[in-house]
């Protein structure tokens, strides 16, 4: 009995050591806070501890790792909103509002992605920071292979509104691009 508690214990590890940064990326990607990228992860990661024998059984256990991520981050992101609205409606007397922003000079590719809807946020994330295939996004988040590509096509298209200069937008391949690099320092590579 004790060779399989610490057989389970040592693939944990080892699964844990492989797929800590790139969950802490995920969640901080998928939430846009970097303070609380490391922690997601490791609640996701106790998550999975807790059903080791489950998701060590799974066919994609990496797969069942970005989907607690996801929910997890899902979960905060709500949490976040409800929080702010709960703020509005108190400071609601006090209504400022600036017309026409100029949003588009100082937007980046993390603020013009925490601005998506979640779920489009998730699968651009997936498809084009982590190289996911639609079938292994679909998978991540519990979802259709076709609601991944509609969701990919629209958040891109909405990054493409989001992040347009003055002079000219910019092509679909460098928005790919941008959000592709803009995770590889978030995470565990702090």
């Known amino acids: ?28 990607l998928l939430t846009g806070e970097p303070d609380a990228a490391d922690d997601l992860a490791a609640d996701a990661l106790l998550a ?13 256990p990496v797969a069942y790792a970005r989907g607690v991520v996801a929910n997890l981050a899902r979960t905060r ?11 509005a409606l108190f ?16 937007v980046d590719v993390r603020e013009a992605l925490r601005r998506l809807p979640f779920r489009k946020r998730a699968c651009v994330v997936l498809r084009h920071s982590f190289d996911l295939s639609e079938k292994d996004t679909a998978l991540a988040l519990g979802i259709s292979v076709g609601t991944v590509k509609s969701q990919t096509s629209k958040g891109v298209a909405e990054l493409q509104r989001l992040l347009g ?17 803009s995770g590889e320092t978030a995470g565990g590579a702090r």
């Open 91 to 106: 400071w609601s007397q006090r209504e400022e509002r600036t017309e026409n922003p100029d949003v588009a000079g100082v």
């Open 1 to 28: 009995m004790g060779t399989v508690v610490d057989d389970a214990a040592g693939e944990f590890r080892a699964f844990f050591e492989r797929h800590y940064a790139e969950l802490a990326r995920l969640a901080h």
């Open 48 to 60: 999975l501890w807790h059903r080791w024998d489950r998701v060590r059984a799974a066919d994609h």
């Open 77 to 87: 992101v709500r949490a976040a909103v409800r929080e702010r609205r709960r703020v």
């Open 165 to 181: 200069t003055r002079t000219a937008p910019r092509a679909p391949g460098q928005v790919r691009a941008a959000i592709a690099h």
